[in-house]
Protein backbone atom coordinates (compact mmCIF):
# COMPACT_ATOMS: atom_id res chain seq x y z
CA UNK A 1 0.00 0.00 0.00
CA UNK A 2 2.73 2.33 0.72
CA UNK A 3 4.29 1.91 -2.46
CA UNK A 4 0.78 2.83 -4.26
CA UNK A 5 0.42 6.14 -2.08
CA UNK A 6 3.72 7.59 -3.47
CA UNK A 7 2.45 6.56 -6.52
CA UNK A 8 -0.35 8.14 -6.57
CA UNK A 9 0.83 11.36 -4.20
CA UNK A 10 -1.18 10.99 -1.08
CA UNK A 11 -0.04 11.23 2.68
CA UNK A 12 -3.16 9.27 3.75
CA UNK A 13 -6.07 7.48 2.59
CA UNK A 14 -9.27 8.05 3.86
CA UNK A 15 -12.95 5.80 3.23
CA UNK A 16 -15.86 5.80 4.50
CA UNK A 17 -18.81 3.01 4.38
CA UNK A 18 -20.50 -0.16 5.02
CA UNK A 19 -18.45 -3.13 4.55
CA UNK A 20 -20.79 -5.27 3.22
CA UNK A 21 -21.50 -2.29 0.29
CA UNK A 22 -17.80 -1.42 -0.16
CA UNK A 23 -15.57 -4.19 -1.46
CA UNK A 24 -13.00 -1.91 -0.67
CA UNK A 25 -13.46 -1.04 3.08
CA UNK A 26 -13.85 -4.95 3.64
CA UNK A 27 -11.05 -5.70 2.45
CA UNK A 28 -8.54 -2.83 3.85
CA UNK A 29 -10.41 -3.74 7.58
CA UNK A 30 -11.57 -7.53 7.65
CA UNK A 31 -14.98 -5.95 9.36
CA UNK A 32 -17.90 -7.61 7.75
CA UNK A 33 -20.61 -5.45 8.76
CA UNK A 34 -23.27 -3.66 7.20
CA UNK A 35 -22.65 -0.59 9.86
CA UNK A 36 -20.80 2.58 8.50
CA UNK A 37 -17.37 2.59 9.63
CA UNK A 38 -14.20 5.40 9.12
CA UNK A 39 -10.95 4.32 7.43
CA UNK A 40 -8.03 5.90 7.79
CA UNK A 41 -4.27 5.06 6.62
CA UNK A 42 -0.94 7.35 7.11
CA UNK A 43 1.61 6.21 4.78
CA UNK A 44 3.85 4.12 6.55
CA UNK A 45 1.26 3.32 9.48
CA UNK A 46 -1.45 0.55 9.83
CA UNK A 47 -4.76 1.95 9.44
CA UNK A 48 -7.26 2.92 12.08
CA UNK A 49 -11.41 2.76 12.00
CA UNK A 50 -13.55 5.15 13.70
CA UNK A 51 -16.43 3.68 14.80
CA UNK A 52 -18.79 4.31 18.05
CA UNK A 53 -20.80 2.37 20.79
CA UNK A 54 -21.24 -1.26 19.62
CA UNK A 55 -19.84 -1.15 16.01
CA UNK A 56 -16.62 -0.30 17.61
CA UNK A 57 -17.23 -3.12 20.16
CA UNK A 58 -17.68 -5.03 17.50
CA UNK A 59 -14.43 -3.54 15.52
CA UNK A 60 -11.62 -4.80 18.16
CA UNK A 61 -13.08 -8.64 18.26
CA UNK A 62 -13.36 -8.60 14.25
CA UNK A 63 -11.18 -6.61 12.43
CA UNK A 64 -7.73 -7.20 11.80
CA UNK A 65 -7.13 -4.00 12.50
CA UNK A 66 -5.64 -3.31 16.21
CA UNK A 67 -6.10 0.88 15.99
CA UNK A 68 -9.20 2.28 16.33
CA UNK A 69 -10.79 5.80 16.90
CA UNK A 70 -13.57 6.47 19.57
CA UNK A 71 -16.26 8.23 17.71
CA UNK A 72 -18.87 7.93 20.84
CA UNK A 73 -18.48 11.13 22.54
CA UNK A 74 -19.20 12.95 19.53
CA UNK A 75 -21.91 10.83 18.91
CA UNK A 76 -23.76 11.35 21.99
CA UNK A 77 -22.82 15.29 21.75
CA UNK A 78 -25.03 15.29 18.43
CA UNK A 79 -27.73 13.53 19.96
CA UNK A 80 -27.72 16.51 23.14
CA UNK A 81 -28.17 18.62 20.39
CA UNK A 82 -31.09 16.74 18.55
CA UNK A 83 -28.62 16.39 15.13
CA UNK A 84 -28.76 14.12 13.36
CA UNK A 85 -25.46 12.27 12.85
CA UNK A 86 -25.96 11.58 9.22
CA UNK A 87 -26.11 15.35 8.17
CA UNK A 88 -23.29 16.57 11.11
CA UNK A 89 -20.84 13.92 9.95
CA UNK A 90 -18.25 16.42 9.88
CA UNK A 91 -18.31 16.39 13.83
CA UNK A 92 -16.69 13.03 13.77
CA UNK A 93 -14.99 13.16 10.89
CA UNK A 94 -13.12 16.31 11.54
CA UNK A 95 -11.78 15.44 15.37
CA UNK A 96 -10.57 12.01 14.30
CA UNK A 97 -8.26 13.43 11.14
CA UNK A 98 -7.13 15.97 13.81
CA UNK A 99 -6.13 13.63 16.24
CA UNK A 100 -4.71 10.75 13.75
CA UNK A 101 -3.66 12.19 10.39
CA UNK A 102 -0.36 13.56 9.95
CA UNK A 103 -0.48 14.57 6.37
CA UNK A 104 -1.67 17.30 4.07
CA UNK A 105 -2.71 15.56 1.08
CA UNK A 106 -5.77 12.66 1.20
CA UNK A 107 -6.42 9.91 -1.20
CA UNK A 108 -10.14 8.98 -1.30
CA UNK A 109 -11.58 5.74 -3.27
CA UNK A 110 -14.08 6.13 -5.95
CA UNK A 111 -16.93 5.26 -3.91
CA UNK A 112 -16.60 7.82 -1.43
CA UNK A 113 -20.31 9.42 -1.11
CA UNK A 114 -19.87 12.70 -2.26
CA UNK A 115 -21.16 14.48 0.69
CA UNK A 116 -18.25 13.42 2.83
CA UNK A 117 -16.00 14.43 -0.25
CA UNK A 118 -17.29 18.10 0.26
CA UNK A 119 -16.81 18.05 4.04
CA UNK A 120 -12.79 17.19 3.75
CA UNK A 121 -12.48 19.77 1.49
CA UNK A 122 -14.88 22.22 3.31
CA UNK A 123 -12.41 20.78 6.55
CA UNK A 124 -9.42 22.50 4.63
CA UNK A 125 -7.77 19.45 3.21
CA UNK A 126 -6.36 18.35 -0.42
CA UNK A 127 -7.80 15.88 -1.27
CA UNK A 128 -7.55 13.63 -4.83
CA UNK A 129 -9.85 11.17 -5.82
CA UNK A 130 -7.70 7.75 -6.23
CA UNK A 131 -9.89 5.43 -8.15
CA UNK A 132 -7.27 2.28 -8.69
CA UNK A 133 -5.50 2.51 -5.35
CA UNK A 134 -7.39 0.11 -3.27
CA UNK A 135 -7.64 -2.36 -6.39
CA UNK A 136 -4.87 -2.26 -7.81
CA UNK A 137 -3.32 -3.57 -3.88
CA UNK A 138 -6.24 -5.75 -4.42
CA UNK A 139 -5.27 -7.30 -7.48
CA UNK A 140 -2.47 -9.43 -5.74
CA UNK A 141 -4.21 -12.27 -3.73
CA UNK A 142 -2.84 -13.84 -0.55
CA UNK A 143 -2.78 -17.76 -0.36
CA UNK A 144 -6.12 -17.33 1.55
CA UNK A 145 -7.41 -15.20 -0.60
CA UNK A 146 -6.90 -18.32 -2.91
CA UNK A 147 -8.60 -21.18 -0.83
CA UNK A 148 -11.66 -18.87 -0.48
CA UNK A 149 -11.78 -18.19 -4.38
CA UNK A 150 -11.38 -21.47 -4.46
CA UNK A 151 -13.98 -22.71 -2.40
CA UNK A 152 -16.38 -20.46 -3.95
CA UNK A 153 -15.63 -22.13 -7.30
CA UNK A 154 -16.46 -25.64 -5.65
CA UNK A 155 -19.69 -24.10 -4.78
CA UNK A 156 -20.19 -22.73 -8.55
CA UNK A 157 -19.24 -26.14 -10.12
CA UNK A 158 -21.29 -27.75 -7.96
CA UNK A 159 -24.75 -25.66 -8.75
CA UNK A 160 -24.09 -25.94 -12.72
CA UNK A 161 -23.78 -29.63 -12.15
CA UNK A 162 -27.24 -29.39 -10.32
CA UNK A 163 -28.67 -27.26 -13.59
CA UNK A 164 -27.47 -30.18 -15.66
CA UNK A 165 -29.51 -32.80 -13.65
CA UNK A 166 -32.55 -31.24 -13.93
CA UNK A 167 -31.90 -30.80 -17.46
CA UNK A 168 -31.31 -34.70 -18.26
CA UNK A 169 -34.40 -35.42 -16.15
CA UNK A 170 -36.33 -33.71 -18.58
CA UNK A 171 -38.05 -34.92 -21.32
CA UNK A 172 -37.90 -33.41 -24.54
CA UNK A 173 -41.60 -32.43 -25.57
CA UNK A 174 -43.72 -30.42 -28.18
CA UNK A 175 -41.85 -27.80 -30.26
CA UNK A 176 -38.32 -29.36 -28.44
CA UNK A 177 -39.53 -27.41 -24.90
CA UNK A 178 -37.85 -29.13 -22.25
CA UNK A 179 -40.09 -31.34 -19.78
CA UNK A 180 -39.44 -31.40 -15.93
CA UNK A 181 -41.95 -33.56 -13.95
CA UNK A 182 -44.72 -33.06 -16.98
CA UNK A 183 -44.30 -29.11 -16.96
CA UNK A 184 -42.24 -27.08 -19.30
CA UNK A 185 -38.71 -26.16 -17.45
CA UNK A 186 -38.08 -22.41 -16.93
CA UNK A 187 -35.20 -20.11 -16.58
CA UNK A 188 -37.42 -19.08 -12.99
CA UNK A 189 -37.14 -23.04 -12.45
CA UNK A 190 -33.63 -23.85 -13.14
CA UNK A 191 -32.46 -20.68 -11.03
CA UNK A 192 -34.26 -21.89 -7.87
CA UNK A 193 -33.00 -24.33 -7.86
CA UNK A 194 -29.54 -23.12 -8.36
CA UNK A 195 -29.79 -20.91 -5.62
CA UNK A 196 -30.95 -23.39 -3.05
CA UNK A 197 -27.67 -25.57 -3.99
CA UNK A 198 -25.72 -22.42 -3.32
CA UNK A 199 -27.87 -21.75 -0.08
CA UNK A 200 -27.05 -25.03 1.13
CA UNK A 201 -23.39 -24.85 0.85
CA UNK A 202 -23.53 -21.02 2.58
CA UNK A 203 -23.17 -19.15 -1.36
CA UNK A 204 -25.50 -17.03 -2.29
CA UNK A 205 -25.74 -15.47 -6.05
CA UNK A 206 -23.67 -12.30 -5.66
CA UNK A 207 -26.28 -10.15 -8.24
CA UNK A 208 -28.07 -12.73 -10.13
CA UNK A 209 -27.62 -15.40 -12.73
CA UNK A 210 -27.33 -15.19 -16.07
CA UNK A 211 -29.20 -18.26 -18.40
CA UNK A 212 -30.30 -17.30 -21.90
CA UNK A 213 -31.58 -20.06 -24.36
CA UNK A 214 -30.94 -20.21 -28.15
CA UNK A 215 -30.99 -17.16 -30.11
CA UNK A 216 -31.65 -14.64 -26.92
CA UNK A 217 -28.04 -15.30 -25.78
CA UNK A 218 -26.95 -13.22 -28.59
CA UNK A 219 -27.07 -10.52 -26.27
CA UNK A 220 -24.17 -12.23 -23.53
CA UNK A 221 -25.32 -10.28 -20.79
CA UNK A 222 -29.07 -11.30 -21.28
CA UNK A 223 -30.19 -12.55 -17.53
CA UNK A 224 -32.98 -14.69 -18.91
CA UNK A 225 -36.66 -14.08 -18.24
CA UNK A 226 -38.25 -16.57 -15.52
CA UNK A 227 -40.51 -17.50 -18.09
CA UNK A 228 -38.51 -18.66 -20.61
CA UNK A 229 -38.47 -22.23 -21.66
CA UNK A 230 -35.34 -24.15 -22.00
CA UNK A 231 -35.10 -25.88 -25.37
CA UNK A 232 -33.58 -29.11 -26.95
CA UNK A 233 -30.47 -28.76 -29.87
CA UNK A 234 -30.25 -25.26 -28.67
CA UNK A 235 -27.16 -23.62 -26.95
CA UNK A 236 -27.98 -22.55 -23.20
CA UNK A 237 -25.50 -20.26 -21.85
CA UNK A 238 -25.48 -20.35 -18.25
CA UNK A 239 -23.13 -17.95 -16.53
CA UNK A 240 -22.92 -18.64 -12.56
CA UNK A 241 -21.11 -16.05 -10.45
CA UNK A 242 -22.02 -16.87 -6.67
CA UNK A 243 -20.45 -15.15 -3.30
CA UNK A 244 -19.24 -17.04 -0.52
CA UNK A 245 -21.75 -15.76 2.42
CA UNK A 246 -19.60 -15.94 5.18
CA UNK A 247 -15.84 -14.94 3.41
CA UNK A 248 -17.65 -12.67 0.77
CA UNK A 249 -15.26 -13.99 -1.66
CA UNK A 250 -16.81 -15.28 -5.35
CA UNK A 251 -16.18 -17.40 -8.40
CA UNK A 252 -17.33 -17.00 -11.67
CA UNK A 253 -17.91 -19.81 -14.35
CA UNK A 254 -19.78 -20.42 -17.62
CA UNK A 255 -20.92 -23.62 -19.30
CA UNK A 256 -22.54 -23.77 -22.99
CA UNK A 257 -25.08 -26.75 -22.25
CA UNK A 258 -26.86 -28.48 -25.18
CA UNK A 259 -29.98 -31.00 -24.98
CA UNK A 260 -30.20 -33.40 -27.64
CA UNK A 261 -27.88 -33.13 -30.81
CA UNK A 262 -25.09 -30.73 -31.35
CA UNK A 263 -26.09 -28.75 -34.18
CA UNK A 264 -23.10 -28.44 -37.01
CA UNK A 265 -22.90 -24.51 -36.61
CA UNK A 266 -22.50 -24.58 -32.87
CA UNK A 267 -20.35 -27.66 -32.79
CA UNK A 268 -17.88 -25.04 -34.81
CA UNK A 269 -18.40 -22.03 -32.38
CA UNK A 270 -17.74 -24.20 -29.53
CA UNK A 271 -14.20 -25.33 -31.45
CA UNK A 272 -13.40 -22.15 -31.96
CA UNK A 273 -14.29 -20.89 -28.37
CA UNK A 274 -12.23 -24.02 -26.99
CA UNK A 275 -8.93 -23.12 -29.36
CA UNK A 276 -9.31 -19.66 -28.28
CA UNK A 277 -9.28 -20.20 -24.95
CA UNK A 278 -6.23 -22.75 -25.36
CA UNK A 279 -4.50 -20.01 -26.93
CA UNK A 280 -5.00 -17.39 -24.41
CA UNK A 281 -4.21 -20.15 -21.39
CA UNK A 282 -1.11 -21.18 -22.80
CA UNK A 283 0.31 -17.14 -22.36
CA UNK A 284 -1.33 -16.39 -19.00
CA UNK A 285 1.44 -15.94 -16.76
CA UNK A 286 3.78 -13.64 -14.65
CA UNK A 287 4.87 -10.80 -16.27
CA UNK A 288 2.84 -11.63 -19.50
CA UNK A 289 1.73 -8.44 -21.37
CA UNK A 290 -2.30 -8.19 -21.20
CA UNK A 291 -2.54 -7.55 -24.95
CA UNK A 292 -0.59 -10.40 -26.09
CA UNK A 293 -3.18 -12.76 -23.95
CA UNK A 294 -5.87 -11.17 -25.86
CA UNK A 295 -4.59 -11.54 -28.96
CA UNK A 296 -3.52 -15.01 -28.80
CA UNK A 297 -7.29 -15.68 -28.16
CA UNK A 298 -8.84 -13.35 -30.78
CA UNK A 299 -6.52 -14.08 -33.28
CA UNK A 300 -7.28 -18.01 -33.00
CA UNK A 301 -10.94 -17.25 -33.39
CA UNK A 302 -9.99 -15.09 -36.79
CA UNK A 303 -8.77 -18.61 -38.06
CA UNK A 304 -11.50 -20.52 -36.66
CA UNK A 305 -13.73 -17.88 -39.09
CA UNK A 306 -14.99 -15.66 -36.10
CA UNK A 307 -15.17 -12.10 -35.67
CA UNK A 308 -14.20 -10.13 -32.77
CA UNK A 309 -14.44 -6.01 -31.31
CA UNK A 310 -10.79 -6.35 -30.91
CA UNK A 311 -9.60 -7.09 -33.99
CA UNK A 312 -12.57 -5.53 -35.82
CA UNK A 313 -14.00 -2.74 -33.40
CA UNK A 314 -17.36 -2.29 -35.99
CA UNK A 315 -18.01 -6.17 -35.99
CA UNK A 316 -21.37 -7.05 -35.17
CA UNK A 317 -21.01 -10.54 -34.10
CA UNK A 318 -17.91 -13.47 -32.91
CA UNK A 319 -16.54 -12.68 -29.51
CA UNK A 320 -18.23 -8.86 -29.01
CA UNK A 321 -16.96 -8.91 -25.40
CA UNK A 322 -13.96 -8.48 -23.73
CA UNK A 323 -11.68 -11.60 -23.01
CA UNK A 324 -12.08 -12.07 -19.09
CA UNK A 325 -11.57 -10.12 -15.48
CA UNK A 326 -9.88 -10.05 -12.52
CA UNK A 327 -12.40 -11.24 -9.86
CA UNK A 328 -12.12 -11.52 -6.11
CA UNK A 329 -14.08 -9.73 -3.39
CA UNK A 330 -15.97 -8.22 -6.78
CA UNK A 331 -17.26 -10.03 -10.13
CA UNK A 332 -15.13 -7.27 -12.03
CA UNK A 333 -12.25 -5.79 -10.41
CA UNK A 334 -8.64 -5.51 -11.22
CA UNK A 335 -6.59 -6.35 -12.89
CA UNK A 336 -8.13 -4.96 -16.10
CA UNK A 337 -8.09 -7.31 -19.54
CA UNK A 338 -8.88 -3.72 -21.29
CA UNK A 339 -5.67 -2.24 -20.01
CA UNK A 340 -3.75 -3.37 -22.75
CA UNK A 341 -0.52 -2.23 -22.18
CA UNK A 342 0.11 -3.68 -18.49
CA UNK A 343 0.91 -6.70 -17.45
CA UNK A 344 -0.19 -9.59 -15.32
CA UNK A 345 1.33 -10.69 -12.35
CA UNK A 346 1.48 -13.94 -10.02
CA UNK A 347 -1.24 -13.49 -7.57
CA UNK A 348 -3.89 -12.40 -9.81
CA UNK A 349 -6.98 -14.29 -10.45
CA UNK A 350 -8.84 -13.75 -13.42
CA UNK A 351 -11.34 -15.03 -15.54
CA UNK A 352 -11.19 -16.76 -18.87
CA UNK A 353 -14.52 -16.26 -21.17
CA UNK A 354 -14.32 -16.52 -24.64
CA UNK A 355 -17.48 -16.78 -26.47
CA UNK A 356 -18.36 -16.62 -29.84
CA UNK A 357 -22.35 -15.21 -30.96
CA UNK A 358 -24.13 -15.22 -33.88
CA UNK A 359 -27.46 -13.46 -34.19
CA UNK A 360 -29.77 -16.73 -35.39
CA UNK A 361 -28.41 -19.50 -33.23
CA UNK A 362 -27.28 -17.49 -29.66
CA UNK A 363 -24.07 -18.08 -28.35
CA UNK A 364 -21.47 -20.58 -27.13
CA UNK A 365 -19.07 -19.36 -24.15
CA UNK A 366 -16.76 -20.99 -21.94
CA UNK A 367 -15.35 -19.32 -18.91
CA UNK A 368 -13.22 -20.65 -15.83
CA UNK A 369 -10.78 -18.90 -13.05
CA UNK A 370 -7.29 -18.82 -13.05
CA UNK A 371 -4.59 -18.11 -11.07
CA UNK A 372 -1.64 -16.06 -12.60
CA UNK A 373 1.86 -17.98 -11.94
CA UNK A 374 5.65 -17.13 -12.62
CA UNK A 375 4.56 -20.85 -14.39
CA UNK A 376 1.43 -21.78 -16.66
CA UNK A 377 -1.43 -20.88 -14.62
CA UNK A 378 -3.43 -22.29 -12.61
CA UNK A 379 -7.21 -23.86 -13.19
CA UNK A 380 -9.10 -23.00 -10.10
CA UNK A 381 -12.48 -23.87 -10.87
CA UNK A 382 -12.31 -27.46 -11.73
CA UNK A 383 -14.06 -30.77 -12.36
CA UNK A 384 -16.37 -29.96 -15.24
CA UNK A 385 -16.28 -30.53 -18.74
CA UNK A 386 -15.82 -27.06 -21.21
CA UNK A 387 -19.10 -27.83 -23.46
CA UNK A 388 -21.49 -30.04 -21.34
CA UNK A 389 -23.78 -32.14 -23.97
CA UNK A 390 -27.26 -34.07 -22.98
Not at 204 to 210: A, G, Q, R, W
Not at 217 to 225: E, K, P, R, T
Not at 253 to 273: A, C, D, H, Q, S
Amino acid sequence: MDDLMVRYGIDGLFAYGSPFDSPNLLWLTGFRSSDRIYYLRNKGEQGVIGAHFNTLDRVKKESFLKRTYDISEFVIQLYKENKQVIENRDALIGPMLRDEFAGKTLGVPDDIPASVLVILQRLGYDVKVVRNLVPDARATKSPDEVRKIRRAGDATVGAILKVVELIKDSDIGANKTLMHQGVPLTVGKVKLALEHFLLDRNAECSEDTILAVGEKAFDWHYLGNPEDELKAESPIILDVFPRLKQERYLADVTRTIVRGPLPKRVKEMYEGVQAGADAAVDVLTHDAKIDDVNLACFNELKHHGFDSRRLNPEAKDGMTHGLGHGIGLEVHEQPDLYNYEAHFAAGHVVTMEPGVYLKDIGGVRIENDYLVTKGKAELLTRNLESIILI
